[in-house]
């Protein structure tokens, strides 16, 4: 059974720092790997997908790097802005269905 | 282009009640998936269509749970009898199979949800 990990739960930084988000899981068996967001109230929003036999996937200020082996990714937010307040979560697919990580939310402050 | 919808966006029942939450996928989408998020837990997969056949349906948690795609467009989720643990968010989700920036990808996109509450 997969189970996915995000750390930190929580994350609270101020303007303009970097943002780092972690996210493990125990089957390396994947099919690929995706990083969400959410806003309070809302759905997920889908922002990087990667798949198993790619490294990173770049867009914009979001980096998201792979390691299947080690059953690591890594979500890098550069230059965070208020704006980017939300939860973060990542989830991994095998045979389609994706297994959820609980999230990181993270708080950007002015 | 529309992304996936879900109706209703709340839902209060008593218990022992029948609810139908419905989802409409992106148009042209094959694949369509249910997943719940309950109080406290993770995102959990329900069950996957690819157009009207149930491909998985591994999630679901009884047989109170039926879930209908009839024509392969639009999707229903019903709940008869409604119990207090059924209480959570109910997403759904679309993917059509296909290239990514050249390499085979399955990108779900989700609609916003149902919170569905069970008194």
């Known amino acids: 059974k997969q189970e996915v990990t995000q750390i930190p739960a929580a994350l609270s930084v101020p303007e303009g720092e970097n943002l780092v988000l972690n996210c493990s899981f125990t089957?390396?068996?994947?099919?690929?790997l995706q990083w969400f967001r959410q806003d309070p109230g809302k759905g997920l929003t889908s922002l990087l997908l990667?798949?198993?036999?790619?490294r990173e996937q770049t867009s914009g200020r979001l980096n998201a790097s792979l390691d299947k082996s080690s059953g690591r990714s890594t979500l890098y937010i550069a230059a965070s802005q208020p704006g980017d307040s939300a939860t973060y979560l990542c989830a991994v697919s095998r045979d389609y269905k994706l297994s959820f990580g609980a999230g990181t939310t993270v708080t950007v402050r002015a | 282009e529309a992304g996936v919808t879900q109706f209703p966006s709340h839902s209060v029942i008593e218990k022992g009640q029948t609810v139908t939450l419905r989802c409409d996928p992106i148009?042209?989408?094959?694949?369509l998936y249910w997943y719940r998020r309950v109080m406290g837990k993770e995102i959990k997969f329900l069950l996957h269509f690819v157009k009207e056949s149930k491909q998985d349906e591994s999630g679901m948690p009884n047989n109170r749970f039926l879930a209908e795609r009839t024509g392969g467009t639009y999707s229903t989720l019903k709940v008869q009898p409604a119990e207090l643990e059924d209480s959570g968010v109910y997403f759904c989700?679309?993917?059509?199979?296909?290239?990514?920036?050249?390499?085979?990808?399955?990108?779900?996109?989700f609609g916003p949800g149902t919170r569905l509450t069970v008194l």
């Open positions: 148009s042209g989408h094959d694949n």
């Open positions: 089957d390396s068996a994947i099919y690929n």
């Open positions: 990667i798949q198993s036999s790619q």
């Open positions: 989700a679309s993917s059509q199979a296909g290239v990514y920036r050249g390499l085979a990808s399955n990108e779900q996109f």
